[in-house]
């Protein structure tokens, strides 16, 4: 919410400077109550902007999610109709492989059990990276395995080979369209912050420090045209 403070306090710093007439009158260019008004726009249309790219970003998250809702399942599903199908254990065992991927588990080996059930302690427990892509990635190689097994042949359409591939592309997809949209928001921020904070001597928080000094300057510390600004607030974020 700094931000929006921030641009919120100018503007009603912008304003009040207006207000003054030819009693506000700076030789600085950027102090000048035509130049804080451009600003403002400018302001104004770079939080539209991140505002804008962060709706995008939400949207696209969101509609990752639903499609990666209940992927774990159709692996399982996946795994046992492979293994009912009569299929290469080698196949089998690969299938099952990306399948504890996708979950994020992994077996412990058999020593590590018995070291830990012999120190009375609960079983080692392994996790894989559970990120949208390496998920993707993990499924990628599950329906590689069913590709490449030819007595996998069900009926359910989502479970097919077209059917899998066909999912494995929507995931790749929206996983995709996430990272653009998170690319777009973060140019958005860092092009806000820029014109906000970093822009040299003509950003918005340098000028709305420099505008209320020069008030306190021409009409004195105690008066009423220095008290109306003393008030807003101006804050700079660490970034």
Same mark, same amino acid.
């Given at each position: 919410?700094?931000?929006?403070?921030?641009?919120?306090?100018?503007?009603?710093?912008?304003?009040?400077?207006?207000?003054?007439?030819?009693? &506000?009158?700076p030789?600085?260019?950027?102090?000048?109550?035509?130049?804080?008004?451009?600003?403002?726009t400018?302001?104004?249309?770079?939080?539209?902007?991140?505002?804008?790219?962060q709706?995008?970003?939400?949207?696209?998250?969101?509609?990752?999610?639903?499609?990666?809702?209940?992927?774990?399942h159709?692996?399982?599903?996946?795994?046992?109709?492979?293994?009912?199908?009569?299929?290469?254990?080698?196949?089998?065992?690969?299938?099952?492989?990306?399948?504890?991927?996708i979950?994020?588990?992994?077996?412990?080996?058999?020593?590590?059990?018995?070291?830990?059930?012999?120190?009375?302690?609960?079983?080692?427990?392994?996790?894989?990276?559970?990120?949208?892509?390496?998920?993707v990635?993990?499924?990628?190689?599950?329906?590689?395995t069913?590709?490449?097994?030819?007595?996998?042949q069900?009926?359910?359409?989502?479970?097919?080979?077209?059917?899998l591939?066909?999912?494995?592309?929507?995931?790749?997809?929206?996983?995709?369209?996430?990272?653009?949209a998170?690319?777009?928001?973060?140019?958005?921020?860092?092009?806000?912050?820029?014109l906000?904070?970093?822009?040299?001597?003509?950003?918005?928080?340098?000028?709305?420090?420099?505008?209320?000094?020069?008030?306190?300057?021409?009409?004195? &510390?105690?008066?009423?045209?220095?008290?109306?600004?003393?008030?807003?607030?101006?804050?700079?974020?660490?970034?």
């Amino acid at each position: 919410m700094t931000h929006v403070k921030n641009v919120q306090a100018f503007g009603k710093l912008t304003g009040i400077c207006t207000g003054y007439g030819g009693a &506000y009158n700076p030789g600085q260019q950027n102090l000048q109550v035509n130049a804080m008004a451009t600003l403002m726009t400018k302001a104004q249309q770079a939080m539209d902007k991140v505002n804008e790219a962060q709706s995008l970003y939400d949207l696209a998250t969101n509609e990752r999610f639903k499609a990666f809702k209940g992927l774990r399942h159709l692996a399982s599903g996946v795994c046992a109709l492979l293994q009912a199908s009569g299929a290469d254990p080698l196949h089998v065992s690969d299938a099952r492989a990306s399948c504890r991927k996708i979950w994020g588990s992994r077996k412990a080996t058999r020593k590590a059990n018995a070291e830990a059930t012999a120190e009375g302690k609960p079983k080692p427990a392994f996790g894989y990276p559970h990120d949208f892509a390496s998920i993707v990635n993990y499924f990628a190689a599950l329906v590689e395995t069913i590709a490449n097994e030819p007595k996998y042949q069900p009926n359910e359409e989502s479970m097919t080979r077209k059917g899998l591939q066909k999912r494995l592309a929507t995931l790749q997809r929206l996983n995709q369209g996430v990272t653009q949209a998170e690319i777009r928001l973060t140019q958005a921020k860092r092009d806000r912050n820029e014109l906000y904070y970093h822009q040299a001597d003509d950003n918005l928080f340098t000028t709305a420090l420099s505008a209320k000094l020069y008030i306190r300057g021409i009409f004195g &510390y105690r008066s009423a045209q220095h008290m109306e600004v003393a008030r807003l607030r101006f804050t700079k974020p660490r970034l």
